[in-house]
């Protein structure tokens, strides 16, 4: 009887982010993906979020390596912290390679890797996995679908994909490869990306956003044209540098990462820009506005980004005015609309014209609407089916277009973060748990745990009451205090009656308590508390966080 593959989901499914699968065979694991998610509102002060690695640390001796599908942070981003417990090796293309690089090497941990690249259409052996990487379109160039021969047939995984048939560097799809796999032997599984399983049609061309920008370039002759898109997205990069040149203009890359994967990209030949076309961003001024554009990072209106300092007139290069035309190229992440909204507020304060999504077709997404999961779907005829990379509602819908292009419905798995499923002759089905809650990083430790998330957003929302109080630690007496300090609860001048009163009632039921014979710091401190937060609440209806310091003397 043929070995069964188990894979084990760490992330990704059931959120937008942080995807990060096992494959496991013959007790080896090679991993698919690790990557990170960005905090919402309700995670104050969290840097970003990671899967849970505790599971992948205990089997450490089993790694082979890690598949990177494409060059993403919700794909590669967790890498710089799990090397920090593990070594292995890392495969993909040459592109994803080189952005990850530049991580890794900051976080110190390139010594515990090997960064080995693989070609489009190549197949090779990691451990006992047969693996061929097959070429996929998406935002960024060069992202793989990974095709897994076991002995349990073909395990095809999708990755971050769109049908676009007229990618800018003409790199399609290979669709002719996944049809011939699914003639002969077969595709048993699929996996499939879910991001846009809600949007019926098809996603437009990368290439149509082109000619929106050749457009408003020609629009606007003797404004300088500022362009913000992410600083991975390299087909938008190529189209805004070939409507530039198109148009007379020369071009400067404004923040690191821009500069930085611009210089990778045309390094690696995946950019062309000709050396001619490009200037120093500290030249900017010295040439005439109607001859410039910039690219720039800060499209999600990240606070201390390139474009939020432009928007509050800070940035250090760029002095924004009415000779200025800035086009957002990208649409905000759920999270990001008010901080984006914010930003494009103060460049009109600061006369610009600005053009985004909203008003122009500046943007395209990367991942495939229904339209196109459903070809994948038809093209791969897979006999057993599970949706990843997205919200449980995203993999609601994939599961059920599957189920409507005939895909058995006790084939077609619903799974989440935790879930273990296996492929055997008896089919495909659940099989074990594992630990996979969010990993929260604030700085650069991984240790926010729930307790300390919720203690932020009282803080944050209702305040905080310290109390101080001083207590003989026989009589049980107050000898100084209460001092009652606040923040976030009532503004003390104005407050100085209710403070009084509450004081008055602190000062009660200690007394009480000493009275009935307590003297031990816990109860003491309990008993401040049940005296305070009810005053507290019945006089302000608020809730702060109640901290009662208790000290002996
Ligand atoms: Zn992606
Ligand atoms: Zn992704």
Not at 167 to 179: E, F, H, K, S
Not at 419 to 443: M, Q, R, T, W
Request: with cysteine; glycine share 10%.
């Amino acid at each position: 009887m043929p070995a069964p593959v188990r894979i084990t989901f760490l992330g990704g499914l059931g959120e937008i982010g942080r995807n990060c699968a096992a494959f496991e065979l013959e007790d080896r694991l090679l991993l698919l993906d690790c990557g990170l998610m960005f905090p919402d509102l309700e995670m104050p002060g969290v840097d970003l979020v990671l899967p849970d690695f505790s599971w992948l640390i205990e089997n450490a001796l089993r790694l082979e390596g890690c598949i990177l599908t494409h060059g993403h942070e919700d794909h590669a981003g967790g890498l710089s912290f799990l090397l920090r417990h593990l070594s292995f090796p890392i495969y993909g293309s040459r592109l994803s390679l080189g952005l990850a690089r530049n991580r890794l090497e900051e976080a110190g941990v390139l010594g515990n890797t090997e960064l080995i690249a693989v070609a489009d259409g190549e197949r090779r052996r990691i451990g006992p996995f047969d693996v061929e990487f097959i070429p996929v379109t998406h935002s960024v160039p060069h992202g793989f679908a990974t095709a897994f021969h076991t002995p349990q047939g073909v395990i095809l995984h999708s990755g971050d994909f769109k049908l676009d048939l007229t990618p800018v560097d003409g790199r399609l799809t290979d669709l002719a490869r996944i049809g011939s796999l699914a003639t002969d032997p077969g595709i048993r599984l699929l996996l499939s990306d879910s991001t846009n399983a809600e949007e019926p049609g098809h996603t437009p061309s990368e290439s149509s956003v082109g000619v929106v920008l050749r457009g408003l370039f020609e629009r606007y002759p003797g404004k300088r044209i500022v362009v913000t898109c992410f600083a991975s997205h390299l087909h938008r990069i190529q189209q805004v540098a070939d409507a530039a040149v198109a148009t007379g203009r020369i071009i400067a890359t404004l923040g690191r990462s821009m500069a930085t994967n611009v210089a990778l990209a045309r390094e690696l030949g995946v950019l062309r820009i000709p050396d001619s076309s490009l200037i120093d961003i500290e030249q900017v001024g010295d040439v005439d506005r109607g001859r410039v554009c910039v690219i720039s990072t800060g499209s999600q209106g990240e606070p201390m980004s390139a474009l939020a300092l432009m928007a509050a007139g800070e940035n250090k290069w760029l002095k924004i005015g009415p000779d200025d035309v800035v086009i957002l190229s990208s649409h905000a992440i759920p999270g990001n609309e008010g901080a984006v909204a914010k930003v494009i507020d103060g460049l009109y304060r600061l006369g610009a014209e600005v053009i985004h999504s909203g008003l122009a077709e500046v943007h395209v997404s990367g991942h495939g609407m229904r339209g196109e999961l459903q070809t994948m779907l038809a093209v791969a005829r897979p006999q057993c089916f599970i949706p990843v990379h997205g919200e449980f509602r995203h993999l609601t819908h994939h599961a059920r277009l599957a189920v409507g292009l005939g895909v058995p419905a006790a084939n077609v798995l619903l799974c989440e973060d935790g879930d273990v499923v296996a492929l055997s002759d008896e089919g495909l089905d659940f099989v074990a748990e594992v630990p996979a809650g969010y990993l929260y990083v604030d700085g650069i430790v991984g240790d926010v745990s729930h307790g300390v998330l919720r203690d932020r957003r009282a803080l944050a929302e209702e305040g905080v009451i310290v109390v101080v109080v001083t207590v003989d630690s026989h009589s049980g007496e107050i000898i100084t205090g209460p001092e009652i300090i606040s923040r976030g609860w009532v503004h003390a001048p104005e407050a100085e009656e209710l403070l009084e009163e509450a004081k008055a009632e602190v000062r009660a039921s200690l007394e009480q308590a000493a009275a009935a014979g307590a003297t031990d710091f816990e109860t003491l401190k309990r008993r401040v508390r049940a005296a305070l937060g009810p005053f507290v609440n019945s006089r302000t209806r608020r809730r702060p966080m109640i901290v009662p310091v208790v000290m002996e003397a």
